[in-house]
């Protein structure tokens, strides 16, 4: 795939891949592959079968078709990392990678990927053999196995799963970059350079219930380095900074032909940087928009004291006695955690041109130190649930739209009302009626999905926003 191919549509009705009531599928990708110095040159080492190794932090495998179609409609990724010679807490993610149709090979700059999910590893002693020598990582991916069963894209691309573990075995002291620093003196790390195990597998059941309809899919960013010292070019989502200077700020643009039933932004972003007062140890307010409205405003941090166990070095973040939950949510991520895929609702997307934006408004970068890793898509799909009438996206309408009050509902298809519900961006039910005029007067501003069931079962959706 051509760099310039930054922004790709897929919309397609499964044809080859079928779906059926099967037993629980297992599939292990990875098993304890082990991964290198990340500053390193590219190591010369057994690689796992089948794989490739795109960077020291990064392998990559192809699925074969006989894997894809034993991939259900339910699809989740199991991860374990284990410390070799590092013990610092780095970043790790898992992919999907679209390669050229048949390539037996690429380079990592060269092709489209998404980011599937994102874990920090832990301060973790490895050499003693501690207690625990593991930390697992669980992300549902429903959505992906959309994409992999997906006909037209799969008759352009393959579909690689890659497995990154950043880390670094340091210098011979313990104010560089840690390494299990503590076991340097004996030799134990002396002279090596492998940090981490890594295992990846996919484990997928089909639900009978669910038929997958039409995919809708377009690619925004991976991994842009979003910071408030660098200005970001217009169309660079592969590069760095911010759309001004001093602001911590990136609108993408993005369009589709056609109306998007069920679309939503899926957004992976964490903090990163080495200086102790810069942004990876703050827990700031992050906004999401659609088209200039926000959608979602939240606070990455989480309670870390479930994951003190999987942080077994004395000199980790963590110390030697717990911590309150109101002192961790002061960070802005937890080593031995996941990242939380941001999953935010816009409903039905209307065709035409949009933009998404990401703004940290409070974000400063002392001397110019770290960044938001941030990767983003958008997906929607059509679902038929068995039983019921086929989903139909023009089932009613709804205006106005904005709104200031009052919306009211037109039945486009013929149908008697039942039920109508109003949700927020949280998916949290905030209205219930059965009625076609919907009275939103005091409902704050901000977008809303207003879901429509009809007296034969149908239920469609439509977005609004209340000004």
Request: glycine share 8%; net charge negative.
């Amino acid at each position: 795939m051509k760099k310039t191919l930054l922004i790709f549509t897929l919309c397609t009705s499964m044809l080859g891949f079928k779906a059926h009531a099967q037993e629980p599928y297992t599939l292990t990708v990875f098993d304890e592959a082990v991964y290198y110095g990340m500053y390193d040159g590219l190591s010369t080492t057994p690689i796992p079968e089948e794989s490739l190794r795109l960077k020291n932090w990064c392998y990559g495998k192809k699925l074969t078709e006989d894997q894809i179609n034993a991939i259900g409609n339910r699809l989740t990724i199991n991860v374990t990392a284990e410390a070799l010679c590092d013990d610092y807490d780095r970043i790790g993610n898992v992919n999907l990678a679209f390669v050229p149709k048949n390539a037996t090979s690429y380079l990592y700059a060269d092709v489209q990927r998404i980011e599937i999910g994102r874990f920090i590893t832990p301060f973790m002693n490895n050499i003693t053999r501690s207690s625990t020598s593991s930390v697992p990582y669980t992300f549902e991916a429903d959505n992906i196995a959309k994409i992999l069963h997906d006909q037209t894209l799969y008759a352009d691309y393959d579909f690689w799963i890659e497995l990154e573990i950043y880390g670094h075995q340091g210098a011979e002291s313990a104010d560089q970059g840690g390494a299990q620093w503590d076991f340097r003196a004996s030799g134990l790390c002396r002279g090596r350079n492998d940090v981490y195990k890594g295992t990846l597998e996919l484990v997928s059941e089909n639900d009978p219930t669910i038929v997958q309809g039409d995919n809708y899919f377009k690619w925004l960013s991976y991994k842009f380095e979003l910071k408030d010292y660098v200005q970001a070019t217009e169309t660079n989502n592969l590069g760095q900074g911010t759309d001004e200077l001093g602001e911590t700020v990136r609108t993408i643009n993005f369009s589709f032909d056609e109306e998007v039933p069920n679309a939503k932004f899926y957004v992976v972003m964490s903090n990163h940087g080495a200086n102790a007062n810069g942004e990876e140890y703050r827990n700031r307010f992050h906004e999401i928009y659609l088209d200039d409205v926000q959608l979602l405003r939240y606070r990455p941090g989480q309670n870390c004291e479930p994951f003190r166990a999987y942080n077994t070095m004395p000199n980790g973040v963590y110390g030697n006695s717990v911590r309150s939950e109101a002192t961790w949510l002061t960070r802005s991520w937890c080593p031995g955690a996941r990242i939380e895929t941001r999953i935010v609702d816009l409903g039905n997307l209307p065709a035409g041109s949009h933009n998404f934006k990401m703004d940290v408004p409070a974000a400063t970068f002392s001397g110019n130190d770290g960044y938001f890793p941030m990767s983003v898509y958008v997906q929607g799909y059509s679902e038929d649930v068995a039983g019921t009438e086929k989903f139909k996206a023009n089932a009613f309408t709804i205006a106005p739209n904005p709104v200031n009050d009052v919306a009211t509902i037109n039945v486009t298809n013929g149908q008697t009302i039942k039920t109508v519900s109003v949700t927020n961006t949280l998916g949290q039910v905030v209205m219930q009626g059965n009625a076609a005029a919907v009275n939103m007067s005091s409902l704050q501003s901000g977008v809303y999905i207003v879901k429509v069931q009809f007296e034969n079962n149908q239920v469609a959706t439509k977005k609004i926003i209340k000004k």
